[in-house]
């Protein structure tokens, strides 16, 4: 059998949340391409409020937004382990990083591509 299932406790979801955040700041702080992301996401958030843009375009642009970050996270915490696990060069490493990080581009692509259908033709 497995773990055995605890009662729902909100201390347990509270330090749950807590620890989610310091996740996402360890990113924030640690990661420099999050500083680009930080840029890029205030870029969007203060161009799409003084334009006039639908629910749905909003909605689109936070969904990418949101894609972003969470493959930046994953990298970031892909990398992280790779590196606790190996400090020696190694290729398998060398390659998860290198497609995790292909991820990252990938979603800032899209990110990019759904920002200028949204957001070009209001100019």
Known sequence: MGKRQQRFSIKARIKSIKTAINGIMIVAKEEHNAWLHIIATLAIIIIA???NITVIEGSLLIFAI????????FNSAIEALADEVSGAHS????KTKDIAAGAVLISSLTALA???LILLPKF
């Open 49 to 51: 409020s003084r334009l």
């Open 66 to 73: 949101g894609l972003v970050w969470t493959c930046e996270a």
């Open 91 to 94: 290729i398998g490493i060398k």
């Open 114 to 116: 759904i920002g200028l």
